[in-house]
């Protein structure tokens, strides 16, 4: 069992070192599949622990880490159901988007690399979720954050990408220092970083703590980085900028949603601080909409997702905030099935434009396309939330969740949802239906991706579609299975007991929705298809529109904020501390050093007889100082 | 226990080999013996004994710092394989190394003060017939007869200290003089007081701390750069082990009346080894003092006199054990190939060497206590260790002069990453390869993941 739990991210790593150590040496796909197959003997691991599991939350503790007495580290996994959900998230999606790689990277420079990159991501997001305590978790967060550093600046010789990459970095950064506060907060609180023992003596402190509401908020910065969510998303949307399987595996599916899974791991003291509950819900929301919005305008297809995706965690955020911790990662579960669909089916239209991402210059595609058409409309279907597909079902049950908590948040967030089906079917339309708007050269480029390719497209498609099927509204099944299952994880749910939605409310919001949703595909097919309304040029869009594609100036903001003001202080401290005051000690200090080093040399004269000299001396000034004058 | 007899039959065994004339396979059977010795020393863990009418006592102490040696002696061979390439002297020189291995456990695992002279003579005597091992080169020999004659010298001191206190004590048993000293009244005894001082002294000569340490900078030059790697690993760490075994037991009881004379001894070895570094342009004379600052460090476990002392003490070794053996195997390359033992032979190393460029770098980072290396928690526990002790003061300025020494460890990057010379490609066989590849890792190893070494005793 021991060696089970810990083969599963040991084996991405070995990968990573094999692949990483090897790249000049493996030839032509070899490294793909080395990879692929790593991730995939992680993935039957995890399967099998997932049907070997007693129910219980086991820890496995490789070593003592870090023991200075006071704290003691151990270096140990923890392996229950939360962790067992996610590590199957990531390694199961992680393998499809692996072999779909392989398809789409063929031929590039860096196609090792690539790999043993993402192998190294997979070994740094389990040692994330599977970790049992907060310190492991923060070094798989760091790894991730490095990974999808290295990822999103992967073609390296364009300096945009560069700069997506480092701006991701540093917001992430941001984050993290927020999530290490929280940590030297937990520390100094319970004096330990231990899971169980952390969260055993938080269980029986009162509400609305004073150190409780910073610990929550600090580790809450950290996950607002890491899932981008106000003031800290900006990153996301850059990081479109990696290529596609990376958007899919980290920017959508499983890195992005650590944020999440902290909030859930650290549920006790969530539950303890309702005050700061309120505002993630409240974060969760207007990152909600306030994505949605952005979505609506903008026509590159990756970016499109990329705020899609920011608004889905702001959807999982407001979950977490209303207490539902089961619900959000519910809702992790079917956003990893359709956002990776999404994406990759984003990837093979890319790959059939030749590299073209922007959709006024698409249309038409479901006539050359028509696998990656169907997985296409099976994954804004199920984003859109028509029943009975997975998105449906996560997103409903969230909707309920906080309608019961905060009334005047529902509005919003259903507001939200509302666009999330606006902006999925204008891309939808806009890209596979109409004519084709591209060049000639591209429309004879055109071509269905390989079945390497379409392959893991088809298996999320069907993910994507019977997903939900693991949550169930209480009105058509009284099992949850999700719900259920990640139950005793949630040590103490008589803290907060969930008032569940009235089945008329049910009934309600489905109906509700699904007309609208009905409305809405209606609209813009008629918009979008039958009037051929499209966007139009960058230059000529005004008003609203214009603030929208321009993401509200969000950036320019941060940029006369933030990043002016930093890099003034710091030319100051240059110029000011650093030439005339430190570098002038430093080398101040060197030439008395040197010149010390120098005179006391002559001491060493080589000698015996002088050795000897002062060797006598020193014993009888020691034996003359400790038995004469002391 | 049963580590020292293995020793001393590959000892025989190799002087055998020269009569029975079977030295070609010489180095495999030196290799199995050492690995003997270590599983053999390992049975020893949590099973502690004494042997030879107590004089010999295997308690977990013995056995790490034994296990330790062993294992930097089994590196060391590694690197050194090109002193052995001489069919006429191979023989003589393994039975050198191996019989001063044995004067080295005994160090390590002595409760007799007579055990202890043994120990420090075998090894000792070994080391000057091995600084001299280059016979036609006139800094060799010369290295020998400074440091025979110092140490011949020390040796003087060290017995006159062990008189002194067995004509207080009665004993040479390190537990019955403890005892002795606790329970009577006679720990200000002035004779007894000298004596201790006297041992002292002389151990520190071992340790080439200053002011005794000025044999350490000629005879690290002279005698050949295998020699002087393994008495800066190997020597140094079995001499800093008796010494804490010592001064930790049996002088415990009267600490106050040598520890304030071990504190300036630290110091003073700190600030004088880290400052005449700087001043150095010969690699081998830099690391020489470099390791004269090492010690001084080493010392603060024995000042510090607490349950950490040890475990700390026994990282450290182990952590610059590692990294000296590394650094001396860059500088024993280079100096084959280019004849020039100065630091600026090193310039433009990595673009035609990375792998021996990035173990160098590796080593000195590790050295000078960058952190994550084994080196930056070798001298975060010393100094936590002499912290908890209230020694604020020692810390203060062992940090200063870590402060130093990144000053003149950081030019041998500087000078490794040169980009306006080019070294040629060395050439670095195979097997030089691994033991830098071996040495990088554990540096690492042992700076991710402390906790497998420091929680060992």
Known sequence: MMLMVWLIPLLPLLGFLFIGLLQKKLEGTSAGWIGSLTVLASFVLSLLLFFLHSGSSDEYTLFEWINLGVLSIPFSLMIDQLSLIMMLIVTGVGFLIHVYSIGYMKGDDGFARFFSYLNLFIFFMLILVMGSNFLLMFVGWEGVGLCSYLLIGFWFKTPEYNAAANKAFIMNRIGDLGFLLGILLIISTFGSLDYNSVFSSAASMPDNQPQIIAITLLLLIGAAGKSAQIPLYTWLPDAMAGPTPVSALIHAAT?????????????????IAPDTLFIVAVLGTATAVFAATIALAQNDIKKVL?????????????????????????????????????????????????????????????????????????????????????????????LAHVWVEYKYLFVALALASVFTAVYMFRLFFLTFYGDFRGSQRQKEHLHESPGIMTTPLVILAILSAFGGFLGMPEIFSDKHIIGSFLQPVLAYPSQLILSKPSHAFEWSLISVFAILLLIIILYTYRKFVSNKNIPLEDGSVKGLSRVLMNKYYVDELYDYLVVKPAFFIGRTFHSLVEKSIIDRTVNSIKPILISTSGMLRRIQTGGIGFYIFIMVFSIIAILAYNLLIS | MNSLIILAALGLIILFSEIFNFKKIIFPIVFAGIIAAIVAALGDWNNSASYFNNMIRTDNYAVSFSVLILFITLLWFVMSSSMFEDQETRTDYFSLIVFSLIGALVMVSFTNLIMLFLGIEILSISMYALAGSKKDNLASNEAAMKYFLLGAFTTGFLLFGIALVYGITGSFNTDQISEYIMSTGHSSSPVLIAGILLILTALTFKIAAAPFHFWAPDVYQGAPTPVTAFMSSVVKTAAIASFLRLFGSAFAGPSEFWIATLWVISAITIVLGNILAVYQTNLKRMLAYSSISHAGYMIMSVIALNEKAASSLLFYTAAYGISSLAAFMVLLIVSSKSGTEEISGLRGMFSKNPIMA?????????????????????????????????????????????????FYYFRIIINIFESNVQMNDLGVNVFNKAFLLICSLLALLFGILPGLIIDAI
């Open chain 1, 255 to 271: 890195m992005v949603t650590a944020g999440i899974y902290m909030v859930v791991r650290s549920n006790v003291l969530y539950s």
């Open chain 1, 306 to 398: 990329a705020y899609s995706t920011v608004s889905q965690l702001g959807f999982m955020f407001a979950a977490l905030g209303a207490g539902a911790y089961t619900t959000a990662i519910f809702h992790v579960t079917t956003h990893a099935f359709f956002k990776a669909l999404l994406f990759l089916a984003a990837g093979s239209v890319i790959h059939a434009m030749g590299g073209e991402q922007d959709i006024r210059k698409m249309g038409g595609l479901k006539k050359n396309l028509p696998v990656t058409f169907t997985v296409f409309a099976i994954g804004t279907l199920a984003i859109a939330g028509i029943p009975p597909l997975a998105g449906f079902f996560s997103k409903d049950e969230i």
């Open chain 2, 358 to 406: 990035s173990a160098a770098c590796i080593a000195v980072l590790s050295l000078a206590g960058i952190p994550p290396l084994a080196g930056f928690f070798a001298k975060y526990y010393i100094f936590s260790a002499a912290l908890q002790s209230g020694y604020t003061g020692l810390v203060l300025i062992a940090v200063a002069g870590s402060l130093v020494g990144v």
